[in-house]
């Protein structure tokens, strides 16, 4: 069997995984992820020279987790991911106005002046305990916020339930209803 | 009353900030190590708060990737399969003639670069006369006007807004976000490489809170750009928000 002929069966036995791999580990849209499956296919085929033969998926996902990185940094000034293309034409007709109506000058204070206050509550929080509440903020779970940041489990508990603690203080009743994103983290979800 | 949208708002607005801060996103070989606890406390602590700043990549460590074969073949059909491997097979042949013809097409190269910065050069004189315009919109957003969405944030994702093709123009709808504090903006495109292309003069908050731009068609090329919308304040410009675009 040829190089070729090889790697067209490793191709035939793995480019569906690997589509499936981006969407589910990287969040990318389908046609992104078929699209980066390619890429990572021919970096592969550039490395068939490094492969031995073994661990055929471990050594692809390998591969592939690279070129995704990659071409996430390349793409990334604020950015972040992948992207997923979606042409405005897939855009619905519009479902509500496209100007929505102006706020007015107090409620434009007023949501400048509650930011502030909640900008400066977290700007007080310890930077291990920032790092929790934004992991929380994107659903994370405990779990998975200590292996993000390499902690125990039980030191993200703590983390988060004194930034809690200071965020009431500092905040007070206003917090009582929030909503961020199911309430303060109090409960594991 | 603290609302979930003030707390959204500045939990992206200090996520967004983090990742200007901090830089580029961490490599995947940084992120192995850090995961391999590889990394001196000082690396690991770099590492650790780019991750909270890209959560997405993030996701990626936490996540365990799980076969499923039926919903791999869902995925993508036979047929499908077929024409992908054709169109892998025609780069890899691509990459390849491009290599081995390469020690003999300098001077063709060579020749072709003159074109290419002629063409460009001419280019720049034709837009040196006209150039993108930004102003306040009033009233209902025009039919002709595409909607850009802002990348990076919960909900919307990063994706690219893709123009239409047709007319003189690409006519754009900006909607300020992020900032309720903010009177003075200032819009910028930048490319790919994030080379600044057209900067605005300072822009007045509008009552509609959108601004519209008009870039002439010849002004950009096909290939991903980025509206850039800043906050003004004094000599101070903060970067506020940015709006994929992607001309086909």
Redesign the interface.
């Given at each position: 069997m040829t190089d070729r002929e090889g790697f067209?069966a490793l191709?035939?036995k793995y480019?569906?995984?690997m589509?499936?791999?981006y969407?589910?580990?990287?969040?990318l849209s389908?046609e992104d992820a078929?699209d980066l499956a390619?890429d990572a296919?021919?970096r592969f085929?550039e490395a068939l020279d490094e492969y031995r033969g073994d661990a055929e998926w471990a050594f692809l996902?390998t591969v592939a987790?690279?070129v995704?990185?990659?071409s996430?940094?390349s793409?990334?000034?604020?950015?972040?991911?992948?992207?997923?293309?979606?042409?405005?034409d897939e855009i619905p007709p519009r479902l509500e106005?496209?100007?929505?109506p102006?706020?007015d000058y107090a409620?434009?204070e007023t949501?400048?002046f509650?930011?502030?206050?909640?900008?400066e509550a977290?700007a007080e929080l310890s930077q291990g305990q920032q790092?929790s509440i934004?992991?929380w903020?994107?659903g994370?779970k405990y779990?998975?916020i200590a292996?993000?940041?390499?902690i125990s489990v039980d030191a993200v508990k703590s983390r988060l339930r004194d930034a809690k603690k200071h965020l009431h203080e500092r905040?007070g009743e206003?917090?009582a209803?929030?909503?961020?994103?199911d309430g303060l983290p109090e409960e594991e979800r | 009353?603290?609302?979930?949208a003030?707390?959204?708002?500045?939990?992206d607005?200090?996520?967004?900030e983090e990742?200007?801060r901090l830089g580029?996103?961490?490599?995947?070989?940084e992120?192995l190590a850090?995961?391999q606890?590889e990394l001196s406390q000082e690396e690991?602590e770099r590492i650790?708060?780019l991750?909270?700043?890209?959560?997405?990549?993030?996701?990626?460590?936490?996540?365990p990737?799980s076969?499923?074969e039926a919903?791999?073949?869902a995925?993508?059909s036979d047929e499908e399969?077929a024409e992908?491997?054709a169109?892998?097979e025609k780069?890899?042949d691509g990459?390849r003639e491009q290599v081995r013809r390469l020690p003999y097409r300098w001077i063709g190269l060579a020749a072709a670069l003159v074109v290419v910065f002629a063409g460009l050069f001419w280019q720049s004189t034709l837009q040196s006369h006209r150039m993108p315009q930004a102003s306040a919109?009033t009233?209902?957003?025009a039919e002709d006007f595409?909607?850009l969405r802002p990348?990076?944030f919960?909900g919307g994702?990063?994706?690219?807004?893709?123009?239409?093709t047709e007319g003189d123009d690409y006519r754009l709808?900006i909607?300020i976000i992020g900032s309720?504090?903010r009177n003075d903006f200032r819009l910028e495109i930048?490319d790919?490489s994030?080379k600044q292309l057209w900067r605005s003069d300072i822009l007045r908050r509008p009552?509609?809170?959108?601004f519209a731009l008009v870039v002439p068609r010849a002004f950009l090329k096909p290939g991903?750009y980025?509206v850039v919308l800043h906050g003004v304040e004094g000599a101070n410009h903060e970067?506020l928000a940015?709006y994929?675009v992607?001309i086909p």
């Open positions: 067209k191709y035939a480019y569906r995984r589509v499936a791999f969407i589910r580990a990287f969040r389908e078929k390619q296919f021919l085929y996902e987790r690279r995704a990185y990659n996430i940094r793409r990334s000034t604020a950015k972040r991911g992948g992207g997923q293309d979606m042409s405005l106005p496209a100007v929505k102006p706020p409620d434009r949501a400048r509650v930011r502030k206050r909640v900008r977290i790092q934004h992991l903020g994107e994370f779990k998975q292996s993000i940041l390499a905040l206003d917090v209803g929030l909503n961020w994103p | 009353m603290i609302s979930k003030d707390w959204q708002t500045v939990h607005e200090i996520m967004a990742r200007r580029e996103p961490p490599t995947f070989d992120v850090y995961t606890g690991a650790r708060a991750l909270v700043s890209h959560p997405d990549l993030a996701r990626t460590v936490v996540e990737f076969e499923d919903d791999e073949r995925l993508v399969l992908r491997w169109a892998l780069r890899i990459e919109l009233g209902e957003i595409r909607i990348g990076g919960r994702g990063n994706d690219s807004t893709v123009v239409s709808a909607s309720a504090e930048v790919a994030e009552p509609s809170d959108t991903r980025e970067r940015v994929p992607r």
